[in-house]
């Protein structure tokens, strides 16, 4: 609120505002409907997240997309919204065997494919990493292999991907020449270094209330120049001033100043501390940490998708009846098997 009295364009800052209050919104509406259908909500998650890589398919065979980002702004984007489901897809790996997740590892590799986003296969690498140590199944052997397959997914990137192969010259350059360091920084960051750089600028300069919410862009056009923040002469050729930040927090710091940000940490404590029903939040809440990494590198913190995550973090963590959730993460086919042992006896 404060950000939206001191802003320098208010009327940017009060329609941006509004989105924040929606994004509010949604989460509770998420955490409300989490609550009063329970685990069934795995369910219907897995469901929107199939059809949309089935549907993204359909987008890239007619040729309405060159890289498959569902109906999200660009692939990146998408990448970010299906950090649940790699999360979910790993969980049921590691605890009920491969079989039960062939279909949405397939889905997942289909995805990666589709939208040719390193982003994905970085978010993708971050929650099988993340769900293999907590699953407590980490061995020598499965370093040994998860390597192998790693060292020949980068060898078909670096052969069909030119970005991979871009950057992977740049890396053998700046070995050869560690003054390159920052051909490489431009080359696999793109203009995000710079971004972040006018955020904390603006940031600087208004400390405690910010520039006003939504409003860097407008302010970075009135005070900055593209020259302003070259890196020793170095410029991403994408780089223009009037570019909102892409870290989430870096931001919120420039648009809403210390006030906003302590704001906004405040609600990521929360989703952290919940601990009730902690078996079906493990995967949910190592999405919620993927997802707010991604965020120092990616996207804004105006995300419905991010906040509806929020929500089922909330609303899961709500429930007093923690039998109604002992199988929501099984795979269908289990859990039926296991009802009908049940039925038997």
Not at 135 to 155: D, K, M, P
Request: glycine residues 6%; charged residues 15%; proline residues 2%.
């Amino acid at each position: 609120i404060p950000s939206l009295l001191f802003s320098t364009n208010i009327k940017v800052s009060v329609a941006f505002y509004a989105g924040t209050f929606m994004c509010i919104v949604i989460m509770l509406i998420f955490a409300k409907m989490t609550k009063l259908i329970g685990g069934g909500i795995v369910d219907l998650m897995l469901v929107f997240y199939r059809f949309s890589v089935l549907l993204t398919a359909v987008f890239v065979i007619l040729r309405l997309q060159e890289r498959g980002h569902f109906l999200f702004y660009e692939a990146s984007y998408y990448a970010i919204a299906l950090i649940p489901y790699y999360c979910i897809t790993f969980y049921r790996m590691f605890n009920f065997g491969f079989k039960s997740c062939i279909t949405d590892i397939l889905l997942i590799l289909a995805a990666i494919i589709l939208s040719q986003s390193v982003s994905m296969v970085l978010w993708v690498a971050a929650s099988f990493m993340f769900l293999y140590f907590k699953s407590g199944q980490a061995r020598f052997s499965h370093f040994v292999y998860v390597s192998i397959v790693s060292l020949i997914f980068l060898f078909l990137l670096y052969q069909f991907n030119d970005r991979t192969k871009g950057i992977v010259e740049a890396l053998s350059g700046m070995f050869r020449e560690p003054g390159q360091y920052l051909n490489v920084l431009i080359l696999v960051g793109g203009n995000r270094l710079q971004r972040v750089f006018i955020a904390y600028d603006a940031f600087v300069t208004h400390p405690w209330f910010g520039v006003g919410i939504g409003a860097l862009k407008a302010y970075s056009i009135m005070n900055f120049s593209t020259d302003s923040f070259d890196l020793d002469g170095l410029t991403a050729s994408d780089f223009t001033a009037d570019m909102n930040a892409t870290n989430v927090f870096m931001e919120v710091a420039a648009e809403a100043g210390v006030v906003g940000l302590i704001g906004f940490l405040m609600v990521l404590a929360f989703i952290h501390s919940r601990q009730e029903n902690g078996d079906i939040l493990r995967p949910f809440k190592i999405a919620f940490y993927i997802t707010m990494l991604s965020l120092l590198i990616e996207s804004s913190y105006l995300r419905p998708y991010v906040w509806a995550l929020y929500g089922v973090i909330i609303g899961l963590s709500s429930i007093r009846d923690s039998k109604s959730l002992e199988c929501a993460l099984m795979p269908a086919g289990l859990r039926r098997s296991q009802k009908s042992r049940y039925l038997s006896a």
